[in-house]
């Protein structure tokens, strides 16, 4: 059996590319939110003057992530902003002093068992650098490692345009086997699996390489099929386990983690540099020389385009991540985040949607569904407020990879229903659980 | 500073839209006019320039009226016009062509909210209406060996000849193929129906779920009633049926299960139909 998926044009113009650093910007913001969880708390204030690498936000509570000063320079205030997902957050800009002073007290870190390996990677400031933004130390951090059969390893990278893990896998290989080492030891794992699409042969042949020494990992080219990435797509395309609704990977014995965040853990463990830098793919229609640049984070669009050569017109979308999953940003200052892994300028032809007119039934949309959802029936019932009909539905597995969307013919906005659905179905039944607990307390 | 579009996700699409799907149908169409135009002569490009624009004309004239949008320019309603000119035989009155297509335009697609929303195929019923209405025009099968001679003939359809038991008015599977017998206009010539078939199943406008389930269980149906299989596949409608008809988006199951079932059920009725109905039909 095999998972529905779509074929789409794979755009890798940048797979060759080695990534170049640009010029330091003059400023960087860090906003203290990068992650799924509570926002970093803010540890320094207007005027200090911060080293690349110093800590100046500190994971508050168990699910938050350290941040680290990605350049050095003046704390030049500390902003109320606005995230992308429509937060408020508050973002540490640090004007640059050029120099790039690293942080004394970057040293490797000590790591002798399961329990330092973790504070490690929680020091490090680590998070699912493939756009997911979850903390790695509580992925990682399994309190009964006997439940990990294997570890999956996300090579995917299925969306258009992307290729800074393909980069990973070409530039580090080292790093990713390094972070291989790391969780056998500490976490007593015996099976990795890295799963890589077919259009990436470059990189299959790096891996090969390193994986020839190694008894435990096993290389799965698997057809470029979007979203060979999904996670639980993935871990059925390479172990052929069904990974339950509402359930977890680690339920079916894997843990699923991106290449590039293997690779990031591998080389923070052999040089203790934290995470403040990223490889970013710079491409779209807008953009005038397509390449892959390594910025420190904080660094805007605006500056990180300028650096990178520039725009051949007046940009009209500017998105974050891949064109299939990633999020539309509302202005060129936005800052690149810990998980921003691609940067797309489109012109004003690529970003102009097609017109939406009325579904002619033909099933495009459930056919193409990895999970089989029927977005058609999913639409009608949020239409008509019937949320029994959505849990029916279970649009609640919904992972968005929005296939249904690009394959519609009349064009109409399934995947961003399905959203919306997910939504008030959630609103739903936590309203009707609240119910029912004020019965059970009555009763 | 410029100002940038915010939408959600996804930010591309694929390049199918109703209209390509709609064109690739006419052109899968287009075999089969041409063995038409051959077999029944120049009359059948009339009756399908009617019916096609007809359709058009009712589409646009009743979405005016009911200030809805106009859907013209997805060209659903020549595909219409087309496939009900293909049920009709060459012979037919146009102005009663010109009702059906009303018939199919406005009462089944557009007084149930247009396009994706017809509970039955448009053309088919528009067929059945015009068969209740007009059965002598509807079942005047004219064919002639040479069209261009004035005296046409009458000629049974292959299959009421088989019911009749008139073996020596049975043309052979060759004949069958190449569509030289009576019949509606658009039916008769299976090879120019394949053709066309074959091209929506490389484009991918239908999956081969439908056609052969429905072409399969009449074969197997026909080989378990003593008929001969063949004979029941070539002729008819049956082709035409499972390519175009039962293929239609709207009114059958999106699922490859289910597609499988509906061309199975339609195989059966189909059948039934033939060895039950037009016989009995004839006999009286």
């Given at each position: ?18 990534p ?10 860090i ?11 803010v ?87 493939g ?13 009964d ?18 290729t ?31 799963g ?39 871990v ?10 509402k ?49 420190p ?46 940067i ?44 029994e ?55 | ?43 059948t490009l ?69 396009i ?10 528009a ?30 359809t ?29 039916e ?35 080989l ?6 063949l004979?029941?596949?070539?002729s ?40 039950r ?8």
């Amino acid at each position: 059996m095999r998972l529905h998926g779509i074929r789409i044009p794979h755009k890798k113009n940048t797979a060759g590319m080695e990534p170049v650093r640009i010029p330091v910007p003059g400023t960087v913001s860090i906003p203290m939110s990068m992650h799924i969880g509570k926002p970093a708390k803010v540890t320094v204030k207007k005027g200090d003057t911060v080293k690349v690498g110093q800590l100046i936000g500190e994971a508050d509570g168990f699910m938050s992530s350290n941040i680290h000063a990605s350049v050095s320079g003046r704390v030049q205030k500390i902003d109320e902003t606005v995230s992308s997902d429509g937060r408020k957050i508050s973002s540490v800009v640090i004007e640059s002093d050029g120099k790039q002073e690293l942080c004394e007290n970057i040293k490797p870190p000590e790591v002798k068992d399961f329990e330092s390996f973790i504070k490690a990677v929680r020091d490090s400031g680590v998070v699912g650098l493939g756009g997911a933004g979850f903390p790695s130390f509580i992925k990682l951090g399994i309190n009964d490692l006997s439940k990990i059969d294997a570890v999956v390893i996300n090579a995917a990278e299925c969306e258009p345009y992307i290729t800074s893990d393909t980069r990973t896998m070409i530039d580090k290989t080292g790093y990713i086997f390094k972070g291989i080492d790391a969780i056998r030891k500490y976490m007593k794992v015996r099976r990795f699996i890295i799963g890589i699409e077919s259009n990436k042969p470059e990189a299959v042949k790096e891996l090969v390489k390193y994986a020839d020494d190694t008894e435990d990992v096993e290389i799965k080219v698997l057809p470029s099929i979007y979203p060979q990435g999904g996670e639980k797509v993935l871990v059925f395309n390479t172990m052929k386990r069904i990974i339950p609704r509402k359930r977890l990977p680690i339920d079916v014995g894997a843990v699923v983690i991106n290449v590039t965040t293997l690779a990031f853990i591998g080389e923070y463990l052999e040089t203790g540099r934290p995470l403040v830098d990223k490889c970013v793919t710079l491409d779209g229609s807008a953009v005038k020389e397509p390449k892959n640049v390594i910025v420190p984070i904080g660094t805007s669009v605006y500056d990180l385009v300028a650096g990178a050569g520039g725009l051949n017109c007046h940009p009209k979308k500017v998105i974050y991540g891949g064109p299939m999953m990633g999020i539309a940003v509302p202005s060129p200052y936005e800052p690149v985040l810990k998980n921003t892994n691609a940067i797309i300028v489109m012109d004003p032809k690529e970003s102009g949607q097609p017109k939406t007119t009325p579904c002619i039934g033909c099933g495009a949309c459930t056919n193409h569904c990895p999970f089989r959802l029927d977005p058609k029936a999913i639409s009608r019932a949020y239409k008509l407020d019937d949320c029994e009909m959505l849990a029916k539905l279970c649009v609640d597995i919904c992972m968005e990879c929005g296939c249904c969307s690009y394959v519609c013919p009349a064009n109409r906005p399934l995947v961003q229903t399905n959203k919306l659905a997910k939504k008030k179905l959630k609103e739903y039944l936590s309203e009707r659980n609240k119910v029912r607990e004020g019965k059970n307390k009555s009763d | 500073m410029t100002k940038l579009i915010l939408s959600v996700s996804p930010h591309i699409y694929g390049k199918r839209t109703t209209q390509k799907i709609m064109l690739d149908v006419i052109i899968a169409l287009l075999p089969a006019a041409a063995a038409s135009v051959l077999i029944f002569g120049p009359r059948t490009l009339l009756v399908i320039g009617v019916c096609a624009a007809v359709s058009v004309c009712s589409e646009f004239v009743f979405e005016k009226l009911c200030k809805r949008e106009n859907t013209v320019y997805d060209l659903s309603a020549i595909v219409t016009g087309m496939l009900l000119a293909y049920n009709l035989p060459v012979s037919i009155p146009l102005w009663q062509a010109a009702f059906g297509s009303v018939t199919a335009v406005i009462v089944v697609k557009q007084l149930f909210g247009g396009i994706g929303q017809n509970f039955a195929n448009p053309a088919i019923t528009a067929r059945i209406v015009m068969m209740t209405a007009f059965s002598g025009t509807m079942t005047n099968w004219i064919y002639s060996a040479t069209p261009k001679t004035p005296d046409a003939v009458s000629s049974p359809t292959p299959l009421i000849a088989a019911a009749k038991g008139t073996t020596s008015m049975m043309p052979s599977y060759t004949e069958l193929l190449l569509g030289r017998h009576g019949g509606c206009l658009g039916e008769t010539c299976a090879l120019a129906l394949l053709l066309g078939g074959a091209y929506l199943l490389i484009r991918r406008v239908i999956s081969w779920h439908t056609p052969a389930a429905f072409i399969g269980t009449v074969a197997l149906m026909s080989l378990i009633c003593g008929k001969d299989p063949l004979y029941q596949i070539l002729s008819g409608g049956l082709i035409l049926g499972a390519f175009f008809m039962a293929t239609d988006y709207a009114t059958t199951p999106p699922t490859k299960l289910g597609k499988l079932i509906f061309g199975i059920g339609c195989g059966l009725i189909t059948i039934l139909i033939r060895l039950r109905l037009i016989s009995q039909s004839l006999h009286v």
